[in-house]
């Protein structure tokens, strides 16, 4: 990132202390955001793991990792871009009024594909692992 570049946001962050809970995950897959950012501490993440995985069932953001996230493509992030082609590919979403969201204005995803991302944003589980074990 260009040191006068604004600071992005990464709104699939692991569950860490200092994350923004951005919601949580709906019995039907669709993510369910809060109207009101909430900074997570260590005990927050303590009692979360308590319950397993918290990326399976909650959603984070924390500042955009680039070269130091494995989904880093080298200019973007790999998650929009996979998530997007998946949708694509199955005939797309509709492109609904775009719903509130806390890190927009700071968002990696919305930074890159705009209100493509927001729309599709609401169906991503961080940790698919614990999803699809749990099934």
Known sequence: MRKDA???????APCAPGATLLGTMGRDGVLSYLRTPMQIDGDFVAVAR???????????ASP????????????????????????EA?????QDDLQPCVIRASCRWYSERSGAACTACKY???????VVAAE
């Not at 991503?124 to 614990?130: F, L, M, N």
């Open 50 to 60: 308590n319950h397993g995985p918290p990326e399976a069932r909650m959603r984070f």
């Open 6 to 12: 604004p600071e992005l946001t990464c709104p699939s």
């Open 90 to 94: 199955q005939g797309g979403l509709p």
């Open 124 to 130: 991503v589980v961080t940790d698919q692992y614990a």
């Open 64 to 87: 955009c990792q680039e070269g130091n996230c494995a989904q880093w493509t080298g200019d973007g992030c790999g998650v929009v871009r996979k998530v997007l082609a998946a949708i």
